[in-house]
């Protein structure tokens, strides 16, 4: 009896371990999947560490989830550790050899770690094991033709086409192996025979492309109107077909191109840019199509009115052809969007000082220094050149002053020379010279050799008495000399040295100067030709004075300038008469 119940008892063992078994290894599975469910969660949240302690875990309940060693294999990838990448992806394989992305994976991580035969020998095995895959045919593609290849490329385009039917990588595959060997005519005609089978607007606009390269306009015009005609905004045929009409200098049809391609959101903003930039430098086009470019640039900003770069470069053409008002209109939209922009806001500020606008600048600048202080290094020229020219001298000296200190620090030798010289103009405008001639030192003792200070500071020494002492004089006459020798040809700086010898009495070495200061520019400037006047009258040319001051006379009626014009007359009148008194002796 004891033995029976034994023999049974093992008996009743046996039938229950496998139940066990089946039912432990149903738990295990179902773990494992719960860690996967789990660890794609963390790598969705970018949880890198999260996701391999959780991929471990699966496989420890399930040593054959395949799936787990891929998650690993791509995390690995993301952390760069290439070797760790191809271990796992192996392994995926190993369990799962009819799973594609794992092969293709491993193929990608050969090539990313440059290891080209191996990842040649795996893309051909791919594309026996997976013949209606198109990626392993062009990543093949793409590894044959770079190496002198291109035989078996041409093969393997045939054969992808064989096993999918027509298509581009096909195509496109003889089409750059026909050109890269010079071959023209069989890559014009690869495209041509694909495009019959199967139209295709970038086989139309690289056909086109290639009849423009031969001067074959006619037909570019044709095949790129074939493309557009399949895909209206196609960027390639758009820009083909404008650069053909540039060529052929029809400018009316290149603007209605140009405008498309300008609004065209997918066209590069770079190529929009430096396409402009050439356009604008064709004085011809520019004087026919002026009016007409600027409507284009309009459409140009408005095609996306929060495209910021779009409207800057808007503003910035229109600005250099004269368009203002457009220019404003652009930019003011743009702030809209971008309120706080601190570029945009630039922009603004250079567009309102070429422009003038000095009293919107001054409260512009003053707004964009308070919402960006840190800048205020930056802009604080723009607010006092505002008020300098809005005659707030004392609102514009506090402007450049108000940052000395923050110049000083940062040792900028340049910007600390103009707040001083800035400063002592505004200075001399407010007819208190002694002030102005403290900053004119503090500005010469950063730059001895300055010649516009140098210059400035002799005129108002000249003109800031009404009868200078001869050390004044020779003192004013030394900086301006300095200043003549630290410039090459600036008919300012001559005039004044020419003037300060006038007042000294060297009348023919005043001459001497003057005469270089018309010849250098000064020949448009009504006060230099008033002076250069006065010094032929004391030395004596009445002929040549009474004809300079007519034309000095000329430039104030075309000024209206009523005051100078009586001047001028009075003063030739009183030459004319010593001239004919003289004449009578």
């Known amino acids: 009896m004891k033995r029976l119940f034994s023999i049974f008892f093992a008996w009743m063992l046996l039938a229950w371990v496998p139940s066990a078994l089946k039912a432990q290894d149903a738990i295990s599975l179902s773990r494992s999947d719960s860690c996967m469910i789990a660890a794609q969660m963390a790598y969705n949240n970018h949880q890198a560490d999260s996701v391999k302690k959780l991929c471990r875990k699966a496989i420890e309940y399930n040593p054959r989830n395949d799936a787990a060693y891929y998650m690993l294999a791509k995390v690995a990838l993301v952390e760069m550790d290439l070797e760790e990448a191809e271990r796992d ?202 009016g007409g470019m600027a409507d284009c640039l309009m459409e140009f900003a408005k095609s996306d009115p929060a495209d910021s770069s779009a409207a800057i470069t808007s503003a910035i053409y229109l600005s250099r052809t004269g368009e203002y008002e457009k220019a404003g209109t652009v930019l003011n939209n743009i702030l809209k969007y ?129 009868n200078p002492s001869k050390k004044t004089l020779e003192r004013a006459l030394k900086m301006s000399q300095t200043s003549i020798e630290s410039s090459s040809g600036k008919y300012h700086y001559l005039d004044t040295y020419a003037w300060i010898l006038y007042h000294l009495g060297r009348f023919e070495e005043a001459k001497k100067y003057m005469q270089q200061a018309i010849a250098y520019g000064g020949d448009e400037d009504e006060g230099i030709i008033r002076r250069y006047a006065e010094i032929l009258y004391v030395n004596g040319d009445y002929d040549m004075a009474l004809r300079y001051y007519g034309k000095a006379l000329l430039i104030c009626t075309g000024k209206d300038d009523q005051v100078m014009m009586e001047t001028i007359k009075w003063r030739m009148e009183t030459i004319r008469t010593e001239q004919l008194e003289k004449e009578k002796k």
Not at 214 to 232: N, T
Not at 265 to 287: C, G, M, W
Not at 364 to 392: C, H, R, V, W
């Open 89 to 290: 992806l192996k392994a995926a394989n190993g369990i799962d050899s009819t799973n594609y992305y794992y092969l293709a994976t491993l193929g990608a991580l050969y090539m990313q770690n440059n290891d080209t035969p191996a990842a040649m020998a795996l893309f051909e095995r791919l594309v026996e094991k997976f013949p209606s895959k198109s990626e392993p045919y062009l990543s093949l593609i793409n590894l044959y033709v770079p190496r002198g290849m291109q035989d078996k490329a041409l093969a393997l385009a045939d054969r992808l086409e064989q096993k999918t039917g027509p298509n581009e990588a096909s195509t496109m595959t003889r089409f750059r192996i026909y050109s890269s060997q010079g071959e023209m005519s069989k890559a014009l005609q690869a495209l041509i025979d694909a495009d019959g089978k199967m139209p295709n607007p970038m086989y139309e606009a690289y056909i086109a492309d290639i009849y423009a390269q031969g001067g074959k306009d006619s037909l570019a015009h044709f095949w790129y109107s074939k493309a557009l005609e399949a895909e209206s905004d196609y960027v390639p045929a758009i820009y083909g077909k404008m650069q053909t009409y540039r060529r052929q200098k029809n400018w009316g049809m290149y603007l209605i191109y140009l405008k498309s391609f300008l609004v065209n959101r997918d066209a590069d903003p770079e190529i929009k840019k430096s396409h402009l930039e050439e356009t604008l430098k064709n004085p011809v086009f520019y004087q026919q199509m002026r």
């Open 338 to 466: 971008y309120p706080e922009d601190s570029y945009i806001r630039g922009n603004m500020l250079s567009f309102l000082y070429s422009t003038q606008n000095w009293e919107r600048l001054a409260g512009f600048a003053d707004t964009s220094m308070a919402l960006f202080p840190d800048k205020a290094i930056e802009l604080f020229e723009f607010k006092g050149m505002a008020e300098y020219n809005l005659q707030k001298y004392d609102d514009a000296i506090q402007t450049f002053l108000s940052q000395e200190k923050a110049v000083k620090k940062q040792k900028d030798t340049a910007m600390l020379l103009q707040i001083y010289s800035l400063v002592g103009d505004m200075y001399h405008d407010k007819w208190d010279n002694k002030s102005a001639f403290k900053y004119y030192d503090k500005a010469l003792k950063l730059d001895p050799q300055n010649a516009q200070v140098l210059n400035n500071y002799a005129w108002y020494l000249l003109s800031s008495e009404q």
